[in-house]
């Protein structure tokens, strides 16, 4: 190692090794552990992990956590995906539309939260006062309150938040297809469909599967919201697996299950991000480093 | 296809509405007092509207939790770019096997998302006596950032030709000159496209701040509002007023550089 080396790669590798990599380790050790926090943690073996694997509320968890993941991905691809390829044309209405549709990426998801917690409130929200004056009966309902509405709710707040997010990445996207593909494929008679099928979508598949794996794995941890507006409920029906973590480990003070949930959230991400690693550019950008060595 | 080009104009105008309209509400909503918000429609700026809940908000403390904001964004933006370039140089100029191990780690950071380390992460700033501080803010906040941050950057130091780099060095310079006239200048787009990635995230980031503090004098604003929503519960137009102040400053920045946010946020994938 040189003297350089340490100048350049110290404070960066100091700072990720400290607060992300060693927590990283200390999840996996502290799984094998029973511990409430206070003195001594005591060794348990595979203990924890025989209760997850016992554990219906972690069962339940998985399930409601498959569903938002799935859920998201199926409302957010499409929509994001037909958002995008409108303003990534260049008329000027199109550039107005694509500044609006950004909005939603300058609020907080504590802020979005609150917002749509004041809309959906069945009986002074946005919602019902839109039921009153229009007559739309089906607009007033305990949006969050019924068991078979939050999960959506909470899934489509969601998408509100993060398909402006997509959108940009589709546009930028199908910016960078160059002009000549269509050309040409237009000579050869193609006709609009063919083009999206044959043109737009397989130039697209980069995009698609960066924006498909930051879908997934934003879903797959998804917390803030459905902390602040459910916290779980109603029952267990919006208690995803890392709401689950957070209340074993900051509200039943235990520590060894809540990082056996940690761990399995973790292992979950850093698996699909690997898919990501594997059919993006990322992959190429390391073995042009390696080929630099 | 002139069908499908309608269909797909109806889809992007509906979207629109979905996007404004909750913000319009919010806007509305904020302007009204605590008593006609309950009373009047709410969609229709009828029945008058004051500003006097911005007021109720700011000597509720919300000014506390804007500054404290503004400090840890600001000292997160600049530990993190500085620590990235640094980084990224290295990575790229010189490779050795620790630069090569160190990019691979945080390839496999990119992937570790927050909620897997959270809970080891404050149990460390517990032991730390960092529990309750900025600090503790400011440190986990960089680090999360670092792996993205000298990913975006090692792409753009490897797009600056060889040749130039090569000549710098043929004519007696050495790495530090490249470094201070060659890289330094040209990194100023990536660095300010980074500034708002980077910012963004900590501006709005919530589990963090949830976690690591407790008091209010440490609240940052996600977690602000959220004590504001405790305590006034019944007052939403104070509460949309607190969010909107809390994103005013990032709708400052987007009236300003509306391009360069654009391109900031999709900045996970420039290469």
């Excluded at chain 1, 404070?11 to 206070?38: D, E, Q």
């Excluded at chain 1, 994001?80 to 409108?86: Q, V």
């Excluded at chain 1, 917390?223 to 480990?249: E, H, K, N, W």
């Amino acid at each position: 190692m040189r003297l350089a080396d340490l100048i350049g790669l110290t404070p960066a590798m100091t700072l990720f090794g400290l607060f992300i990599l060693l927590p990283l380790l200390a999840a996996f050790v502290l799984s094998f552990f029973r511990w409430n926090g206070l003195g001594a943690p005591h060794w348990a073996g595979g203990a924890n992990w025989v209760q997850f694997a016992h554990d219906p509320v972690a069962a339940t968890s998985l399930v409601v956590t498959a569903k938002v993941v799935a859920l998201s991905w199926v409302v957010q691809t499409p929509l994001s995906l037909a958002l995008g390829l409108f303003t990534a044309g260049h008329q000027r209405y199109r550039a107005v539309y694509a500044a609006c549709y950004v909005l939603p990426l300058l609020l907080s998801t504590a802020g979005i939260a609150l917002m749509w917690e004041a809309l959906l409130d069945p009986n002074f929200g946005g919602l019902a006062g839109l039921s009153h004056s229009l007559n739309l009966g089906f607009l007033q309902q305990n949006w969050l309150g019924n068991a078979n509405l939050a999960l959506y709710v909470i899934v489509a707040i969601i998408a509100w938040q993060f398909i402006p997010f997509h959108t940009l990445l589709y546009q930028m996207g199908r910016r960078q297809i160059p002009r000549v593909l269509y050309e040409a494929a237009t000579l050869d008679g193609a006709s609009g469909w063919q083009l999206f099928w044959r043109v737009t979508l397989p130039q697209l598949r980069y995009t698609i599967a960066t924006s498909s794996t930051l879908m997934i794995v934003g879903a797959l941890t998804y917390f803030d919201i459905i902390y602040i507006m459910t916290d779980g409920g109603p029952g267990y029906t919006t208690r995803v697996l890392s709401l689950d973590m957070y209340q074993a480990a900051f509200q039943q003070d235990q520590f060894g299950y809540a990082s056996v949930l940690a761990v399995v959230l973790g292992v979950l991400g850093v698996g699909i991000a690997m898919l990501l690693i594997r059919f993006t550019g990322f992959a190429s950008m390391e073995s042009q480093q390696e080929g630099a060595a | 296809m002139r069908a499908g080009r309608l269909a797909v104009f109806l889809l992007a105008t509906v979207w629109l509405v979905i996007v404004l309209a909750p913000i319009y509400y919010m806007v509305l909503a904020s302007l009204r007092s605590q008593g006609s918000y309950l009373t009047v429609s709410p969609w229709l700026p009828t029945g008058g509207l004051t500003a006097s809940e911005y007021g109720t908000v700011f000597a509720a403390g919300l000014g506390r939790y804007l500054l404290n904001s503004v400090i840890i964004t600001a000292a997160c933006i600049l530990l993190t770019l500085a620590f990235s370039l640094g980084a990224a140089f290295r990575i790229v100029r010189k490779s050795s096997r620790a630069s090569g191990a160190a990019f691979r780690l945080l390839l496999i950071g990119l992937a570790i998302p927050i909620q897997a380390i959270i809970v080891p992460l404050y149990l460390l700033i517990d032991k730390l006596h960092l529990y309750d501080t900025l600090a503790a803010l400011i440190l986990a906040m960089s680090a999360a950032a670092v792996p993205v941050s000298v990913l975006i950057m090692v792409s753009f130091i490897r797009d600056i030709p060889r040749e130039l780099i090569g000549a710098m060095l043929v004519d007696g310079g050495t790495e530090w000159t490249v470094f201070r006239r060659l890289i330094w200048p040209l990194a100023r787009p990536v660095l300010a496209t980074l500034s708002i990635y980077d910012g963004l995230n900590v501006w709005n980031n919530f589990i963090l701040p949830l976690v690591l503090t407790q008091s209010s004098n440490v609240a940052v604003l996600p977690l602000g509002l959220t004590k504001f929503e405790g305590q006034y519960a019944i007052d939403v137009p104070a509460v949309m007023a607190a969010v909107l102040l809390s994103v005013l400053p990032l709708v400052a920045l987007f009236v300003v550089m509306r391009k360069q946010v654009m391109r900031s946020l999709g900045a996970i994938v420039l290469r």
